[in-house]
């Protein structure tokens, strides 16, 4: 026999080899599917990659859910807006209704999954069903889905509530985060120069997660905000209101005037001047629309910046909360099963993303046009400009113990989230939101320990870690903002009233997680230029030093980068006491 004849026989022979296998296990002769409960994160350990550190940990892929609703478990509804962090719960479902073979239906549930993008409809859902629950024990639970840093602004809902019985609970475990989809875009200039923001107009969503994004810019740059969205200040960043994150792109996109009043120095002119929206901030289809449709925006920053700000957060009351434990720890088991799938496996995303497109209906966007979005991409606009469209991130188990803080070293991220824009939220508009819940009122993380405890020492798929090289400094910033930390007289120790500054410089540089933080110490000109020289740097180290102590998860080694100017850069005059205090300050400066 020839060479060739050879060749083309042994290449038969493989190929009946895999056909035929591939056969007798997809008959289930061989390989049986379990019949039993689903098992929260079956890990195998793999050998530790050469020149790596850490061991590799993979997830099989699991037989994916079928397309079969199960119709039997305890009947539950989840409402969602469309926002890709939902992934891990998608697959878990398997459909929009629970399927069989899905980690829901294996854990005892019966979902309907139903898009809902209008917070204040959702809202007034959770006090409906209160009632009907009331009425009668067997009616379904209600869960809905919003951005963790509207959680504050949400919570105002909690009135209502109380008036029903009940109050609001959160279930201790996010699917995921949103990692670039939500932003802030607005002209180029921007990027450069903040301070060209000022006079312009922002539409959005008020008092939501994407708002919030553009506040904590303005903040970070020294941003004079007005929060009247009636009135127009020319020394202001201003804001138009939308009634929902699509809304608010086409206000930019049709470019329709407001007539306003302008106020300047708080106080009215009675001139009246036509505002357009200069910006927006939304996320995906909302950025993908603005590209195709006008473009002329880029993004000026996004949750991918402010990586730990958007959480998906689960809510519900705790009439079904306390009455349904069993069911609170299926979800969440389900939902971290299904959080490896989609995180490890291309297979699993790509049915979670056809299962999103069947939930949100859009008839023009198929499950590849969400796992475009999902993954994020970058994009020519109309007029030829490239952007970063969409970005969101599927949560697994390992995932929700470092947002929570029940990782080692860690700290409870999603408690500065909330602290951070619930007081930014309050000040801003303290009619609409005089106060907001306390986190400790609605949060209770005693069924993410029971699961803790109940695997641990067991292999679990890690959490995504942002690491940073200490020698890579800043070469695009987002952000630069001087801070009043005080210390005592000639020394590097913080006197008891920098305890609050450096509370809420910890919180705002844990929201911004994935940025590099550069610390720069300053002095005014008073005594041995040298001395200054070395005090400036000796308090920026406290600095430092205070945050990498406070969490070694949110500032792991090479985040903080410390820099001492002396008196070299003064940002007033050194011959008036207000002038001195002005420059001895500690600048900081986010990017990447």
Not at 401 to 429: C, E, H, M, W
Request: proline share 5%.
């Amino acid at each position: 026999m020839t060479t060739r004849g050879k060749i083309v026989i042994g290449a038969l022979i493989v190929a009946l080899l895999y056909f035929g296998i591939n056969k007798l296990v997809s008959s289930g002769m061989v390989f049986k599917k379990a019949a039993t409960e689903s098992v929260l994160l079956n890990s195998i350990e793999l050998p530790t990659t050469a020149g790596g550190s850490r061991t590799n940990v993979a997830v099989p892929l699991a037989p994916l859910p079928s397309e079969t609703p199960a119709e039997k478990g305890t009947p539950v509804v989840w409402e969602v807006m469309a926002w890709n962090s939902q992934m891990a719960g998608m697959l878990a479902n398997g459909g929009p209704r629970t399927t069989e073979g899905s980690a829901l239906a294996a854990n005892g549930l019966d979902m309907q999954i139903v898009r809902q993008d209008d917070v204040s409809k959702m809202q007034a859902d959770l006090v409906k069903n209160a009632l009907d629950m009331q009425q009668n024990p067997e009616t379904p639970g209600l869960l809905v889905s919003i951005m963790g840093d509207g959680l504050p602004a949400f919570s105002a809902v909690q009135a209502q509530l109380e008036k029903a019985g009940t109050g609001l609970q959160i279930i201790p475990y996010s699917v995921g985060k949103s990692f670039g989809e939500d932003k802030l875009m607005g002209p180029k200039e921007w990027l450069d120069n903040p301070k060209t923001a000022l006079g312009k107009t922002i539409a959005c969503y008020l008092r939501d997660g994407d708002q919030n994004i553009a506040l904590k810019w303005c903040a970070d740059n020294g941003l004079k905000v007005n929060p009247d969205e009636t009135t127009y200040d020319p020394e202001a960043v201003n804001f138009m209101a939308a009634s929902d994150f699509l809304v608010a792109a086409e206000k930019y996109i049709l470019g329709k005037p407001e007539q306003r009043t302008k106020v300047v120095n708080g106080k009215n002119t009675g001139v009246k001047v036509d505002v357009v929206a200069d910006a927006v901030a939304t996320w995906t289809p909302g950025d993908v629309n603005i590209a195709r449709q006008k473009g002329g925006l880029v993004n000026i920053v996004s949750t991918k910046d402010y990586s730990n700000q958007m959480p998906n957060i689960m809510v519900t009351t705790k009439l079904w909360y306390e009455t349904h434990q069993k069911e609170v720890e299926g979800l969440m088991t389900a939902f971290a099963v299904a959080g490896d799938q989609v995180k490890s496996h291309p297979e699993a995303l790509q049915r979670a993303a056809d299962i999103s497109a069947a939930v949100y209906g859009d008839k023009d966007k198929p499950g590849a046009y969400w796992l475009r979005y999902y993954k994020g991409v970058s994009e020519a606009d109309r007029n030829g400009e490239v952007v970063e469209l969409g970005g969101s991130k599927a949560f697994n188990f390992a995932d929700n113990l470092t947002l929570f803080g029940l990782d080692a070293g860690g700290t409870n991220i999603y408690a500065s989230v909330y602290k951070t824009f619930g007081d930014v939220q309050s000040r801003l508009y303290p009619k609409e939101l005089p106060s907001y819940v306390p986190l400790t009122q609605m949060l209770n993380l005693a069924p993410l320990k029971k699961l803790q405890e109940k695997y641990r020492g067991k292999a679990i798929a890690p959490a995504e870690q942002q690491r940073f090289a200490a020698d890579d400094e800043i070469r695009q910033s987002v952000s630069k903002r001087a801070w009043n930390i005080e210390f005592n007289t000639g020394q590097s120790s913080f006197t008891p009233a920098a305890e609050r500054q450096m509370q809420q410089l910890f919180d705002d540089l844990v929201v911004a997680g994935r940025l590099k933080v550069a610390v720069h110490g300053h002095t005014d000109n008073v005594g041995d230029p040298q001395k200054n020289q070395q005090l400036s740097e000796d308090r920026a180290l406290a600095v430092q030093h205070w945050l990498e102590q406070r969490s070694t998860s949110a500032f792991p080694a090479g985040r903080v980068q410390v820099y001492a100017h002396g008196a070299t850069e003064p940002v007033a005059s050194n011959n008036t006491p207000d002038g001195k205090a002005k420059n001895r300050r500690v600048e900081i400066v986010l990017g990447n």
